[in-house]
């Protein structure tokens, strides 16, 4: 995988949630009586939300088209920001999905800066682009070592044993006049305590230990593996997925470099047809709920389309100057001393709007 | 790429790591970052929303339309003074469902369709390695007629 193509797979499928989160807004707005919505809300609504959306492809098509463009990466995300806090004041709830990709993309400037901070001017944008990529690579992973602590700060190891909470989780998700094999598998892991337990076990471990995806190639691409392991199994017994992560994890994670070479009218003509599949799947999807199968699909699509584009390369110098570690070790030092004020000074999370709302009993 | 340079991305992705966790977990849902909270706690239960008629038989709400239901324009299933408990519910579930009854309500002069009861069906587990058991809660009384009549 190639700094590049880290970055334009990035691009794609954040360019595609950035185009949905209107969309979906307006779906959920739908349910909602109109008096209910607020001036925010209306920000990720029609026109607004649109000419935000396409204000924030436009700078996100040009972060793709070109190494190093950071200041477009940015307003992208800034954009992507404001339309999400609209979406939270008409559901009452944030679309976490859309927030894993918005944490790749900080992730990939996070480390865009601290390569800036550490070479200094020394800097070539293929060093800062490469950095930017393992930066994207463990914002990525970060995104599931949060949720395993989350689980482990609100349940502690219990979370990783019970035999209960997997399986009332998928009880809930489940329709109860469905029929068929997949119905049969679903009804007996819901029967089973040691099926649940087991369940409960294996995402723990593999959401803690996503922070593996940081240490090389083969084991990103073995963790790479579980974790879409994890989100195959979430959708097939709940119908939840989070499709734009779960392209970005097969885009960032597989081995794609040890395929054979598909001619590029084969690879064309690949990313069209799941493009296509993806889009007339969701426009004949009668629920929200079905459509992150689709987007799936459109997000693979535009990825396998984004990684047709060729990359411009910067006319630099052939040896990147060397790193100065002792720049490093201050500019690290710095961030973690940050972050320790950070965590010392008293805050106040914000929680999830849904939380102030209703109260934790019910929950 | 050389070691030194495959160390030092391993180490600029350990902070990234660091920071995304710390910053999300000090200041909680804040674009882009967030604590990716769902399903962290252990409930004793959890329940849907879905349709009985009178024979007892139950299924999905969205396989009836016409919908005739007091007060149905305010209908939701979520949220407070509810008349069945609501813990371990869903809230965008219920949501869901409340919308496709709202926006599946029969036509002015529709002929009223068969009884059905709308009921918080709630799953717990008497013995927490056994299998499932459930009751179920009447939310409210509605005529509605099934899609494939």
Redesign the interface.
Known sequence: MTDGRIRRALAAVFALELIATPYLAAR?A??K?PSDLDAFARVALWPWGYVLAAAGVTLVARFALRPGRWIEAAGA?AI??VL??GFGHI????F?PF??T??I???WL??FG??AATYGRAATTRELE??AA??A???L???????G???L???GL??AT????????I???????ASGARDAIVGAI??S??AGAVLAFCSLVIEVGA?A????PRTRAAWGALLLAFHAGLYALTGILFAGGAVLIAAFCLPWHRLPALPRSARIGAAAALVAAGAIAAATS????DLPGPVFLIGAGLVAAAWLLPETTESEPADAPG?DLRR?AIV?GA??AL?AV??LVP????????DE???P??? | ?DD???D?????????????????????????????????????????V?ARDPSGD???V??YVAWQCPAI?DLRF???EQPC?????????D??T??WV??HAAGAGSAPGEQIDIVR?T???P??????SHHDCVVTTCTASRHDD
Not at chain 1, 213 to 216: A, C, D, K, M
Not at chain 1, 347 to 354: F, N
Not at chain 2, 14 to 24: E, K, M
Request: no cysteine.
């Open positions: 959920f739908s349910l009586d995300l992507a920001g999400q806090e559901v009452g709830v944030y976490e927030f894993q918005g944490a993309l900080f992730g996070a480390g601290i390569a490469r950095v393992a930066g690579i463990a914002a992973g970060a995104v599931y070592v949060a949720a602590l989350s689980k700060a609100a349940s219990s979370w019970d035999p209960t909470h997997v399986r009332l989780m009880l809930a998700h489940r329709d109860v006049d819901a029967d305590g040691a922070f995806l940081i240490l090389g009668a629920h929200i709920s790193l490093f690290g961030l973690l972050l950070l965590w805050t106040t999370p914000r929680a999830h709007p849904l709302r209703t109260p009993s019910s929950r | 790429m030194r340079a495959r030092i991305t391993t180490a600029v992705g350990a902070l990234i790591v660091i920071t995304y966790v710390v910053i999300a977990f000090e200041i909680g849902e804040r674009y882009p970052f967030a604590r990716f909270r769902m399903f962290q706690d252990l409930p004793d239960a959890s329940s849907r879905i139950v299924r999905e969205a396989r324009d979520d949220g407070p408990p609501t813990a371990g519910s869903y809230p965008e579930l949501q869901r409340a919308g709202r926006d069906r799953y717990y587990f013995n927490r390695w056994g299998p499932p």
